[in-house]
């Protein structure tokens, strides 16, 4: 998916209970964007957008790194659907407790599929189907997330090599794919709640996540 551009856009201090870091943001205009849904057209031209939180010296070491995906039912809401708030929280204290790093959230709710698809598919979980299942019978892709934002986010930090903080190989190979290496994987495991328990499992069986 080819990026005309990516710029940075804002700056700024930014507090939070487990340190301080910098908070910037990033556009990038995509030209041509392959459809999720072929029922739905895809604008030629798309903007999308990513936030950095960065923390500390990022260049004396090669920096932890997490990639998170916009999650609202689980990172404002609490969701216990899923484990994203988890795993988000887990990011920025190891972070914080390494005095360096960055978190990279992107504009993904739903792997991709939007917010309303997402609670759609909630709906089709309810009647049995697994996430997967649920967004095909929707008519998007099992996963429609792209990585080359954040990826070309790094490259505008001045990063070719990181620490990357992911259960998903996809997400390391999307990066080794556009010249970031990743020279080490750092488990975003978190326990397991009965709630998304089945989720797990189905991100382990059928998109390859590394978790027990």
Request: glycine content about 8%; proline content about 5%.
């Amino acid at each position: 998916m080819p990026y005309e551009t990516v710029r940075k856009v804002a700056d700024a201090d930014f507090p939070t209970r487990w340190g301080h870091f910098r908070i910037l943001g990033f556009e990038g205009l995509v030209a041509n964007p392959e459809p999720c849904n072929e029922a739905i057209p895809a604008p030629a031209v798309r903007i999308e957008s990513a936030v950095a939180l960065v923390m500390g010296d990022i260049h004396s070491a090669r920096p932890i790194v997490r990639i998170h995906s916009q999650c609202l039912t689980g990172d404002v809401f609490h969701s216990l659907r899923c484990d994203c708030r988890q795993q988000l929280e887990l990011a920025l204290a190891t972070i914080a407790d390494a005095g360096a790093g960055i978190l990279l959230y992107e504009n993904q709710e739903g792997r991709g599929i939007g917010l309303m698809a997402k609670l759609q598919a909630y709906e089709l979980q309810d009647q049995g189907l697994d996430t997967i299942e649920a967004n095909l019978e929707l008519g998007y892709k099992a996963d429609c997330r792209e990585y080359e934002l954040p990826a070309e986010v790094l490259k505008q930090l001045g990063l070719n090599a990181v620490r990357l903080m992911t259960n998903n190989p996809a997400k390391v190979e999307a990066l080794e794919l556009v010249g970031i290496k990743v020279v080490e994987r750092i488990s975003a495991e978190v326990p397991s709640e009965p709630t998304f328990e089945r989720y797990l499992k189905t991100k382990q069986e059928k998109m390859g996540h590394l978790v027990g």
